[in-house]
């Protein structure tokens, strides 16, 4: 059963940082493409940032210079590093393949102003 579990958000002053979590089980972590997507209310669902089994990166315009995604293969772990967060920066934070359809439950991002 495949599976993403997101952790780690929570609420922050703007400027702030914040580092988010992703456990992934049930598919073969090494060679996969994992993103991380954001959904903030009455908006789009859109991907933040993607990285692949080379960890090559590909950052959404808005966030590049202040977030960082990375993974950690062995231990099946992809992070999101979010730095000078701003308040549009608000959503509901996923992770998970572009190529599965699974969805975890998301972890709540707040940055207050």
């Known amino acids: 059963q495949v599976q993403f579990v997101e952790s780690g958000g929570g609420l922050v002053q703007a400027g702030g940082s914040l580092r988010l979590s992703c456990a992934a089980s049930?598919?073969?972590?090494?060679?996969?493409?994992i993103a991380w997507y954001r959904q903030a209310p009455g908006k789009e669902r859109e991907r933040v940032a993607l990285?692949?089994?080379?960890?090559?990166?590909v950052y959404l315009d808005s966030v590049k210079g202040r977030f960082a995604i990375s993974r950690d293969n062995d231990k099946n772990m992809v992070y999101l590093q979010m730095n000078s967060l701003k308040p549009e920066d608000t959503a509901v934070y996923y992770c998970?393949?572009?190529?599965?359809?699974?969805w975890g439950q998301g972890t709540q991002v707040t940055v207050s102003s």
């Open positions: 049930g598919i073969t972590f090494s060679i996969n493409v």
């Open positions: 990285i692949d089994s080379s960890s090559k990166t």
């Open positions: 998970k393949s572009p190529y599965l359809p699974y």
